[in-house]
């Protein structure tokens, strides 16, 4: 595992970020919006938004005036790749299971 997806695996484990991350899957949005949606205050946001951003999760972009945040697409990409590793070894366990009660069974 690189350190890029541990990172992104630890930051996710805070609530508050995940709850971010999750308002984030909805489309670009200044860091007063998302403390609207979160518990926290807007100061706090902005520095889990850091978090976010250093773990490879999220960019930010200047429009006008606001700083938009969004999902990194290549961020989430290689966590998704890395978390695929394990279903894909999850599946093939339960393969594996499925085909040897089959055979004790005959």
Do not use: C
Request: aromatic share 6%.
């Amino acid at each position: 595992m690189s350190t890029y997806q541990r990172s992104a695996i630890q930051v996710l484990g805070d609530p508050t970020r995940l709850a971010i991350f999750e308002v984030l899957a909805n489309g670009p949005r200044p860091v007063g919006e998302i403390a609207g949606e979160v518990p926290v205050s807007r100061p706090a946001v902005s520095q889990h938004l850091k978090v976010l951003r250093d773990a490879g999760l999220v960019m930010d972009r200047q429009e006008g005036t606001r700083r938009l945040y969004q999902l990194n697409p290549e961020g989430v990409g290689a966590l998704r790749d890395y978390l695929d590793r394990f279903w894909d070894r999850a599946l093939a366990g339960f393969k594996q299971a499925v085909e040897q009660r089959t055979r004790e069974e005959q």
